[in-house]
Every structure is written in C-alpha cells, then in structure tokens.
C-alpha cells in the first residue's frame, strides 16, 4: 500500500518561501513511470496542479507559477519536496502531494490519472 504524508510549516509570512516535503512509503519515487505532483486548494476553490518531478528527477511546472516553483527529491530518503518563494496570501490554501502512472504506448506518454494523495496540509501565508 502506497502512503503519501505532507510535512512542513503550517503559517508562512509573505514574501517568506513555502517549503513542503512529501515523504512515500510502500513504492519508490524512481519506479517507471510514476509522476510526483505538488496540487492546491485555496479556500472555496477548486484544485489547482503546481507541478511534478517524474521517476527520472525531470520536471515540469504549471506556467502561472514556474517563476516561483522549485521541486526537488532525495531518493535516499524517498522524498520530494516543493520550493515556492515570495509568497501572498493568494498562496493560503491546503497542499497535497499525488502520484500519477502515465503508461508509455506507440511514442507517448497517456496518464492513467493520480491513484494516491496524501491527506494534505494546510498553509497560511499570513504576517
């Protein structure tokens, strides 16, 4: 059974970079062709995809937030984390980290859609 556990500060001041670690338990973050994905709610919105780091250690951010975004992992310890700097507010919401299989066929990559999440975590950006 595969665990996913969201760990880091619940209150960010603005201007302050967020930083939060998903540690895996029961799969490795280098198996083929699993993605690690970063996703956030704000409050009474829906969610929004922040970026992933694939099994290769490839990865790849949403536009809207690429100037801010870093994800990195350590494989020794099966975990990746996410880097947002120069925080708002417009930044509090719950932050979930997510695996998703993409399956490889005739030259492409199809996602086969996020099988695990972790239970999230909530930040505040707030002074």
């Known amino acids: 059974q595969v665990q996913l556990q969201e760990s880091g500060p619940g209150l960010v001041k603005p201007s302050q970079t967020l930083s939060l670690t998903c540690t895996v338990s029961?799969?490795?973050?280098?198996?083929?062709?699993?993605?690690w994905s970063w996703i956030r709610q704000p409050p009474g919105k829906g969610l929004e995809w922040i970026g992933y780091i694939a099994y290769s250690g490839s990865t790849y951010y949403s536009p809207s937030l690429k100037s801010r975004t870093s994800i990195s992992r350590d494989t020794s310890k099966n975990q990746f984390t996410l880097q947002l700097s120069s925080v708002t507010p417009e930044d509090t919401a719950v932050y979930y980290c997510?695996?998703?299989?993409?399956?490889?066929?005739?030259?492409?990559?199809?996602?086969?859609?996020?099988?695990?999440w972790g239970q999230g975590t909530q930040v505040t950006v707030s002074s």
């Open positions: 029961g799969g490795s973050i280098t198996t083929n062709y699993y993605y």
């Open positions: 997510a695996r998703e299989l993409r399956t490889y066929y005739s030259g492409s990559y199809y996602s086969t859609g996020y099988d695990y």
